[in-house]
């Protein structure tokens, strides 16, 4: 190998060291703290769920989300925590009497736990995927009074002209790791076991 080549290949390699992997391709293009607010925006974030049992298929859908979203610094995702609350009152199946017995002690006790919360503590196994980057997010999530922890894939979006962030994500809920019992017999039958969640979040920045 030639001195010339040599030379280039430890300028290469110093290049390489000396920058993270998220410097040459970042989602934001800027530094510093980042602030988005989840609520009213032109496009309405929502939460899909879907319940597959022997006997019946139910497919709910829940709005009026509320939340927050922020990274310490806007150049790294990793610095990312968001808190998303989801009012188990706006859940709706189609039946309205399923739903009367959604929110009833039985199943979800919306008097007592009226919101069904993500706290976001941490993001890793960030990759940059043309105009999104996909992540796997960790927290806890607390249904019925019970929280438990959760890792889940994510993709993150964000378009600058309208200082919108987007995130989708999807994961399943076993519904005896929240003490949902539900009626005799309904678990299992009527209603999954467990249930998939599928969320889009939408974040206006601040």
Known sequence: ?????????????????????WATETLFKRQGPLSFVIGDTPSKSQVVFLS???LEKVRGTAEGITGSVRLTDASDLATTTARISVP?????TGNPMRD????????????????????????????MEGDHAAVTVHGAITINGTSKTLAAPAQIAFRGDKNILKITTKFNVTLRDFH???????IGSKVGETVQVEGTFYGVGK
């Open 180 to 186: 949902i019992k539900g009626q005799v017999g309904m």
């Open 1 to 21: 190998m030639s001195s010339q080549s040599l030379a280039f290949g430890f300028v290469l390699c110093a290049c390489l060291v000396g920058q993270p992997a």
């Open 88 to 92: 188990v009152a706006s859940m709706r």
């Open 52 to 54: 597959d049992a022997p």
């Open 100 to 127: 009367k017995h959604l929110v009833s002690d039985e199943w979800l006790d919306a008097a007592k736990f009226p919101n069904i919360t993500f706290e976001l503590a941490s993001v890793d196994g960030v990759r």
